[in-house]
């Protein structure tokens, strides 16, 4: 596979978890809220929709170590994800969250268990085959394909329902799904090496502390941008009376700014270094989010949106190559999984969160809540970035 047709496969990859990502985080609440749940049981779906993003140590585990029947450690394993979502999907317009929150939740979490399959996998293939020099460069490429799959799935899925259906929407997202199942087809999986087998001794890299705050981070940014993400569709609701038509311009808006952010984020850590590219995401979030509380008028609403995206990307990216660059060849999918999952454990609680946040206390305190919880960043930075023996997090 040449370079262009591997950067394709990871993009389309990441185009499809977009796709579903953005769903889950600005247009399914108002789906829900057209059935006449509150943004309690809202959050609460959120969080039971990242539960499987948690249990990503696990496949990475399985990926790891199992290779399956025969056909490869990664390569299966994101064609049951891919499935697995695509079923998942056709699904949603048959169950009815008001008369079935129970089988919805469980569906919206057999769902994103494929994606979470498929997105685990997808990151121990470009672990296995990325050189240390093209780690920024390919984490941008993944985060911006996941963000143009905001762009042009968000617009549409309005436009879709505006039109035509929510049923519609949904199929929609499912033929997006199976877009990268022959490049997938197409991919041939690097010779495992003496390098790069399974060690269970390599789990002593989560006994630092550096490691550890470094999922931290990953934990806090995540809970921030996500939680964020999920309120800016309901509030602009409540301020304007949007269509669902325009709350998708307002996602792909969103999305433009993350394309921007992340590809800007892989050349920063590059050029500037780790530490002053972390220091620069957490301050452009603070500033961004804080930012949103303000929107009193649909122009600026358009501006500080695409803004927040920009940070959204920013901080995800420069997040994902630090992480890439500190996980260990004997568990790759496994340790960078890890460090993910407790990054999504994050999103989960901040769906949650943020959706009481807004209930108890209304959008705009919320949104300065969520702003200032990036200073808790702060502390974590000396652990992070200290001195440390054979650690490219010393880089600066």
């Not at 079923?87 to 317009?93: E, H, I, K, R, Y």
């Not at 436009?159 to 033929?175: G, H, N």
């Not at 001794?201 to 990953?218: P, Q, S, T, V, Y």
Request: hydrophobic share 55%; with cysteine.
């Amino acid at each position: 596979m040449n370079k262009n047709t591997r950067y394709a496969l990871f993009a389309t990859l990441y185009l499809a978890q977009g796709a579903i990502m953005s769903y889950f985080t600005s247009l399914n609440a108002l789906y829900l809220q057209s059935y006449g749940l509150g943004l309690d049981k809202i959050g609460l779906i959120g969080t039971i929709a990242m539960i499987p993003f948690v249990l990503k140590i696990f496949f990475g585990l399985l990926s790891d170590k199992v290779n399956f029947f025969h056909l490869g450690h990664r390569k299966p394993y994101i064609l049951i994800g891919l499935v697995i979502q695509i079923l998942g999907l056709l699904l949603v317009p048959m169950i009815n969250p008001a008369r079935n929150f129970s089988l919805w939740a469980l569906n919206a979490f057999f769902l994103m268990a494929g994606m979470a399959l498929y997105d685990t996998c997808t990151d121990g293939l470009a672990l296995d085959t990325t050189a240390p020099e093209d780690e920024g460069k390919i984490q941008g490429i993944m985060v911006a394909g996941r963000a143009l799959g905001m762009v042009l799935i968000s617009s549409i899925l309005g436009l879709l329902v505006d039109k035509i259906s929510w049923t519609a929407a949904f199929l929609s997202l499912a033929v997006l799904t199976a877009v990268p199942i022959p490049l997938v087809l197409r991919t041939r999986e690097a010779e495992e090496t003496v390098e790069k087998e399974f060690n269970w001794a390599a789990f002593k890299e989560f006994k630092k502390f550096a490691i550890i705050a470094l999922g931290l981070l990953g934990a806090l940014y995540s809970l921030i941008i996500n939680g964020t993400s999920q309120l800016v569709n309901p509030f602009l609701e409540q301020q304007f009376t949007i269509s669902y038509t325009t709350a998708g311009i307002v996602a792909s808006v969103l999305g433009m700014g993350i394309v921007v952010g992340s590809l800007a984020g892989g050349k920063l850590v590059d050029r500037i270094g780790q530490k002053k590219s972390v220091q620069l995401s957490l301050l452009v979030t603070l500033v961004s989010v804080a930012a949103l509380s303000l929107i009193n008028i649909p122009l600026t609403a358009w501006i500080l949106v695409f803004i927040f995206g920009l940070a959204f990307g920013l901080y995800e990216t420069v997040y994902f190559a630090i992480a890439m660059r500190e996980t260990n060849q004997h568990i790759a999918a496994t340790m960078f999984s890890i460090l993910m999952a407790v990054a999504n454990l994050g999103t989960g609680i901040g769906l949650g969160l943020s959706g009481a946040l807004a209930e108890g206390l209304g959008y705009k305190t919320a949104f300065l809540i969520l702003a200032l919880l990036n200073l808790l960043a702060i502390p974590l930075l000396p652990a992070i970035f200290g001195k440390r023996q054979s650690s490219s997090l010393t880089t600066d």
